[in-house]
């Protein structure tokens, strides 16, 4: 007779439209691995007691998304640093003890699908990073291992990207306003969220020639705007966020089963799939 299951999911609200479980299916069918994942909606209300009524019930992993990513961080007792500086959590897990471990591995996510994928090189590059909410925070310490040049945060409300260079003294990194954004770069990563709203952030044109990659945090089946807007002034390259979709899901199946997958089929299916 077949044991049980071992049981992953992903909490958020709005959920209907999670690629979580399809990608993580694809992930374990393609290791070998036995186990469900499942989306469940989560009343923004109640996001403590389903994480502990999750666990109590032996399940084993959380993947977290808006808007609980927070919270998380709090429920979490023992946290990576790049969690501890992104002041969001993503994955959550169990120790033998007990104790609620957790995760950011959005910025793992968005470094390996720059370098792996798409064979950006970040190391001594200068980096302009638009926006200055969760999800670039989540991004820094990864992007900042890297080494790049010079990160300059940019943000309609300076002070908030002020706030962020503040968590890392000593880091080649600085602030700006969109309107005072200076020089070129060879990599533009957009983390406002504009592209949902279809509209562009107030940046000069000059931020981007015919040597500069751009890549947007969002995904569609659609172009970007901020894409489109980097294509039709020459850039070199633009990227979407699917593969920093895919490659951090895949970070959070490594941290749970111990076993990296290979993400570049799955991105292929999801990538067909949008289209």
């Known amino acids: 007779m077949a044991g049980p299951v071992d049981s992953y999911a992903v909490m958020g609200n709005p959920i209907a439209h999670s690629k979580s479980p399809a990608i993580h299916t694809l992930f374990a069918d393609q290791t070998g691995q ?16 389903a994480v502990k009524d999750f666990f109590e019930n032996g399940d084993l992993g959380l993947s977290i998304t808006v ?49 792996e994928n798409n064979g950006v090189n970040i ?9 200055a909410g969760g999800a670039v925070r989540g991004v820094l310490e990864p992007l900042l291992s890297e080494q790049p040049a010079e990160l300059v945060i940019a943000n309609r409300t300076l002070s908030k990207a002020e706030v962020l260079v ?11 306003s969109f309107e005072g954004i200076e020089g070129r770069f060879d990599l533009i990563i957009n983390g406002t969220a504009a592209s949902l709203q279809g509209e562009m952030p107030p940046v000069p044109e000059y931020i981007v020639d015919n040597s500069t990659c751009c890549y947007d945090m969002m995904y569609g089946a659609e172009e970007t705007v901020f894409n489109r807007w980097c294509r039709e002034r020459g850039a070199k390259k633009t990227i979407d966020g699917l593969g920093m979709l895919v490659e951090q899901a895949a970070e959070q199946f490594s941290i749970w089963r111990g076993v990296r997958p290979d993400t570049r089929k799955v991105l292929d299916l999801l ?5």
């Open 123 to 131: 190391n001594g590059a200068r980096i302009l990073v638009l926006g």
């Open 271 to 275: 990538r067909n799939e949008i289209a």
């Open 67 to 115: 808007p609980f990513k927070e919270e998380a961080w709090q429920l979490a007792k023992k946290r990576t640093s790049r969690a501890e500086k992104a002041g969001a959590v993503n994955t959550l897990w169990q120790d033998d003890q007990g104790q609620l471990h957790g995760d950011n591995t959005d910025g793992l996510g968005l470094v390996a699908d720059l370098k």
């Open 166 to 176: 503040g968590l890392f003294p000593g880091e080649a990194v600085s602030s700006s």
């Open 34 to 49: 036995s186990l469900r994942y499942t989306a469940n909606l989560v009343e923004t209300d109640g996001f403590e007691k």
